[in-house]
Nanobody
């Protein structure tokens, strides 16, 4: 599995950004795709994941602000980030796997993309 993320950058608080992650390889291992993030000095945390059947799971800190659309034909997942806050500043990582639980996470990761939100 290979995952290629893009779309990070700088944004002022209250603005929006959209990340993209294109997956290639085993379609089975791309069943679950999603995003985690890691801020300096903090543990990596769940942002959002989506299964091929459309079932989603969001981290508490981004609910009602972020959405995770998915294009199954392109094996691509997006992260639409609205109402950005400075605390959203982090490196965002795209992940994928056959299945997902909060404990197991995902096994396959792309390189991170930096998102910086200024106040």
């Amino acid at each position: 599995v290979q995952l290629q993320a893009s779309g990070g950058g700088f944004m002022q608080a209250g603005g929006s950004l959209r990340l993209s992650c294109a997956g290639s390889g085993s379609i089975f291992l791309l069943n679950v795709m999603g995003w985690y993030r890691q801020a300096p000095g903090k543990q990596r945390e769940l942002v959002a994941i989506i299964k091929r059947n459309g079932v989603t799971n969001y981290g508490d800190s981004v609910k009602d602000r972020f959405t995770i659309p998915r294009d199954n034909a392109k094996n691509t997942v997006y992260l639409q980030m609205n109402s950005l806050k400075p605390e959203d500043t982090a490196i965002y990582y795209c992940g994928a796997d056959l299945s997902y639980t909060a404990t197991s996470g995902m096994r396959y990761w792309g390189k991170g993309t930096q998102v910086t939100v200024s106040s």
